[in-house]
């Protein structure tokens, strides 16, 4: 397999972070979306990523699909979600909200690196700003009354895409994550960073375009 795209992204790297989980081999290709755009392109001409490639040629896109698809390929004794039912409704709720607040921290950054001072839309900024922090607060608030060491018991993306989802913003965003406002967030994401699987697709913010 080919897993196409750069792990400072928090959406490659959950994909990167559950193919380490399972053993998977694969061959990283950490393309740029600007730098490689067009090489990106020849799997998905949305120019995004993740893409995986799997051994037989199909491009998967959009880190939720590749995710499904690789619990499929495990089986359901060993997927990071289970296949139906209560657990598998409450991980994706979880993944949702976290790949959401990642999504809307990619908008944020782009709004500064690339509009000046006085061109960036200051209702834009603040819109982006509220839904990270109000998404965080019911976050903390649910993680706090979960306790124990994983989000639904056991590891699952749900620890998975709120890890990587809280290492973007504190390096895109650090003003907008205060641990100490959100303690049961931030040993969330501790106890993850220390896992060796993410400790193995680890890659300083870099935004050139």
Not at 26 to 40: C, D, F, G
């Amino acid at each position: 397999m080919i897993l196409i795209g750069q792990y400072d992204s928090p959406f490659v790297r959950r994909v990167a972070v559950a193919l380490q989980h399972h053993g998977l081999a694969y061959e990283h290709r950490p393309w740029s979306v600007w730098a490689n755009a067009e090489s990106i392109a020849q799997y998905n001409p949305l120019r995004r990523v993740p893409v995986l490639v799997t051994d037989d040629g199909e491009a998967l896109v959009e880190s939720a699909a590749i995710l499904d698809a690789l619990d499929g390929l495990v089986g359901p004794e060993r997927a990071l979600l289970p296949p139906a039912g209560e657990a598998r409704r409450a991980g994706l709720r979880v993944c949702a909200l976290a790949t959401g607040f990642a999504d809307k921290a990619v908008s944020l950054l782009y709004e500064h690196v690339l509009r000046a001072g006085d061109r960036r839309s200051p209702v834009w900024v603040d819109r982006c700003v509220t839904q990270i922090s109000e998404t965080l607060d019911l976050l903390e608030r649910e993680r706090a009354a979960r306790g124990g060491d994983f989000w639904l018991g056991a590891f699952s993306h749900a620890d998975i895409a709120v890890a990587c989802a809280l290492r973007f913003l504190g390096e895109a965003h650090p003003s907008l994550f205060d641990a100490a406002r959100r303690p049961a967030l931030a040993a969330h994401a501790a106890r993850c960073e220390a896992l060796p699987v993410f400790a193995a697709v680890v890659q300083p913010l870099h935004v050139a375009v």
